[in-house]
């Protein structure tokens, strides 16, 4: 494996974001790992990585929460080395205004133009939810990757996401079902459109990434139980060329039931995966060890399949995961750990070959191998 053609974030500088008044560090190409006690502020240097990747939080949070506390601006800035050139990012948050992400030095009208410059694969504790978790983890979990690698896909994912509030809003400013009929034709048939875009990128996703997932499963568990995934559409009619043609007869049909609930009952925003070991749904009836396994196949998955598709490894961030693993499965982590540019959180220094930072108190205190 050539190191020197992967992704990486060669330096990143905070300044009065979250608990840091201001930092800036340069990495190690392979493993680098943040040390420290609880809320000192180990997750928020992921958080900053991430952000510069994404455009948003891998928390629910708003932006002006990512403001050091009595203070009126923050910024986050990092340089990445990609296969073919490197790239700047920077995210400047003011309290009173919008934010500005630069790529370059120059100033970006979308977040679209941001997703996929560098990807990421994040995985927390909270991500080991993914698999027993609501539906709306799974959704996270394929817009996400699936962002990074389509814009067109993510486009979709915005409009469809306005198309939908905008619907829904037909039904609680309307006060008959006749005047919700007026103009929610429109609505309809911009929602079908972009729904059609999301449904067939998401099921092929599921398709593509499921032999990654089983050979990772297979890795983890030692063969003991066969993997399966199936994307479940929400939409409630089949994946073909009649599909536009199905979905709106159906919205149609749903219409005054909608209008009663007071929200759309159909569309992509239902979606979810369905996820089996040996044709037993793991959400509902896998155990808690079982479950886990599945979580990490899918985040190790992620890592080969963006490889494949775009000739790099995306940086992967690895908050605080080893506490919620057993041994086993921690060693069979850190066996990928390496691959790619790798940024780790813990508490205690561990078996670990890669650059140390020591976190206290929103301070970088100690560097080291």
Known sequence: MCYDKEVKVKELEVKNFRNYDFQKVQFDDKVNVFIGKNAQGKTNLLESIFYCCIGKSFKNCKDKDLIRWNTQKASIKFVAERLYTDVKVEVIFDISKKKVVKIDDIPIRKIGDLIGQVNVVFFSPQELKLVKESPDERRKFMDIDISQQNKRYFYQLTRYEKILANRNKLFKICSTLDSVKETVDIWDRALVTSAKTIAFERKKFVEEILPYAQKAHHFISGGKENLNMIYKCGCGVSLDENFEEN?????????????????????????????????????????????????????????????????????????????????????????????????????????IDGKIFTIKDGKITNFGK
């Open 247 to 351: 979905m709106s007869k159906l919205l149609k049909k749903n219409l005054e039931k909608d209008f009663k609930l007071g929200y759309t009952s159909i569309g992509t925003h239902r979606d979810d995966i369905d996820i089996f070991l040996n044709d037993v749904e793991v959400k509902n009836f896998g155990s808690q060890g079982q479950q886990r396994t599945v979580a990490l196949s899918l985040k190790l998955a992620e890592l080969e399949s963006m490889k494949e598709k775009s000739g790099e490894y995306p940086i992967l961030l690895l908050d605080d995961v080893f506490s919620e693993l057993d041994t086993e499965r921690q060693e069979k982590l850190l066996r990928f750990v390496g691959r790619t540019q790798t940024f780790i959180t813990c508490t205690d220094e561990r078996q």
